[in-house]
């Protein structure tokens, strides 16, 4: 990112997770239940392990805001790991209980991790030291942040939503949702299925992995309503949006691909069917009378909204074990079952939201420049007015 910077730490059963969130406006009102709101729904999901009942995530604002406004400076979060009472001596900083720390020890490396590789880089003969800071337990931090971006959006009339589009073979192949089917749809359903009527398919695929120990994949889409024009630029590789979009969706623990608009139909097909027709709006302005292209054309925001979906591989801890090897003895035998969730895709959704909160708030800063609220306001109603003087233009409003 070019404004904003997010540095996360902590393990998964230490203590807790720290964010520290640099480059926000000083003049941002907190807004106290849309942080607890987002922390909440990353909870969310069916087909979540047993962690999700233990940890109720309440985030410690410790730095940068004071009385509800931000203040410019790094924004400092904590969030407190409930699990860790349960990990003392195997997870804190202080010495380990050796007997404790040798029951958890984790010597077979799971496929799909980044145990083996992580195990290798680091030179970690405990291959827990590289899962407890690999776990999508990271995101929860993530996810904290991104509601800062989302406030800071909001005050533009920026809003984020998201939806299961396919579970597994269910939905595989449904076209991206319009903004329109978000808000049509359930947000506390288990699934947080675009469309309802798969959602029964989908629980049921969920039962029949959780039954064989088995575990799912499949794709969330993200939408960004009312983004403005000319966020991002064509003018360097490193500035192009969708780059960037992409990049921070992908690291997403187990996102594997992302597409932007319907960009894997489209490479399927003519071009005559893949790009949107511009015309003339007659109340000002242009219109698009679709929006294959996901609201960017090269690397930049064209008014409609950002849509990207992010591709997941299905859990990769499997309760009936995939082939691993001993690293003690180096024999072959099961890879270790840590607890687990068959599928925790309406979470990743969750995530990929807060991630594009993330960067949408960073192009938007970087194009208003200021470091406060009062100037980014400033800035944005000058830079509405000029846009609308352009030919076509509509008024600002
Ligand atoms: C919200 C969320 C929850 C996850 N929960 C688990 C889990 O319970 N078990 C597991 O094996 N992987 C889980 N993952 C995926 C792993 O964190 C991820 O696959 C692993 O760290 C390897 O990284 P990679 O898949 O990005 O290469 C989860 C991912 C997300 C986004």
């Known amino acids: 990112m ?72 790094p924004i400092g979060l904590w969030i407190e790991n409930r699990d860790y009472a349960n990990w003392r001596g195997v997870m804190g ?20 991790h980044a145990d083996l590789a992580g195990g290798l880089k680091y030179l970690r003969r405990d291959l827990r030291d590289v899962l407890e800071r690999a776990s999508a337990r990271e995101t929860a931090a993530r996810v904290a942040a991104g509601a800062f971006a989302r406030m800071l959006l909001a005050a533009f009339g920026i809003e984020i939503g998201s939806g299961v589009r396919s579970l597994g ?40 992995a959780m039954k064989s120990g088995d575990t799912l994949g499949g794709a969330v889409t993200v939408v960004a309503h009312h983004v403005p024009p000319g966020l991002g630029s064509h003018t360097h590789w490193d500035e192009k949006l969708d780059g960037r979009l992409a990049r921070a969706v992908m690291s997403v623990p187990a996102v ?63 309760r009936r074990g995939l ?22 895709l309406p979470a990743a959704g969750v995530i990929a939201e807060a991630m594009v909160a993330l960067v949408l708030a960073d192009a ?18 000058a830079t509405r007015a000029l846009q609308a003087e352009w030919p076509g233009g509509r008024d600002s409003g």
């Open 364 to 381: 938007l800063l970087e194009k208003l420049g200021g470091d406060s609220m009062t100037e980014l306001q400033a800035h944005w109603t």
């Open 93 to 112: 900083p202080e010495a380990l209980d050796e007997k404790r720390a040798e029951l958890r020890r984790l010597r077979a490396p799971r496929p799909g």
């Open 323 to 344: 082939p691993s090897v001993d690293l003690d003895t180096l024999e072959p035998r099961e890879s270790q079952y840590e607890r687990s969730d068959v599928t925790a």
């Open 169 to 208: 073979p269910v939905g595989a192949g449904a076209p991206p949702p319009a903004w329109e089917d978000l808000t049509g749809m359930d947000d506390a359903s288990p699934l947080r299925a675009i469309d309802p009527a798969l959602e029964p398919a989908m629980i049921a695929l969920v039962d029949e």
């Open 256 to 318: 594997k691909a992302v597409e932007i608009g319907d960009a894997l139909a489209a490479s399927a097909g003519f071009g005559s069917a893949a790009h949107d027709p511009i015309a003339l709006d007659p109340k000002g302005g242009f219109s698009r009378p679709s929006n294959h292209a996901g609201g960017l054309e090269g690397g930049v925001t064209n008014g409609e909204d950002v849509v990207v979906t992010a591709y997941k591989k299905p859990i990769s801890t499997l």
């Open 2 to 73: 070019r404004r904003l910077r997010l540095t996360t730490a902590g393990e998964s059963h230490g203590p807790g997770l720290h964010a520290t969130l640099a480059g926000m406006p000083a003049g941002l009102r907190v807004d106290r239940a849309e942080l607890d709101l987002q922390m909440r729904r990353r909870m969310h999901g069916y087909g979540r392990g047993h962690r999700m009942q233990i940890e109720s995530d309440r985030v410690e604002i410790r730095a940068g805001v004071r009385g509800g406004e931000t203040l410019g400076s």
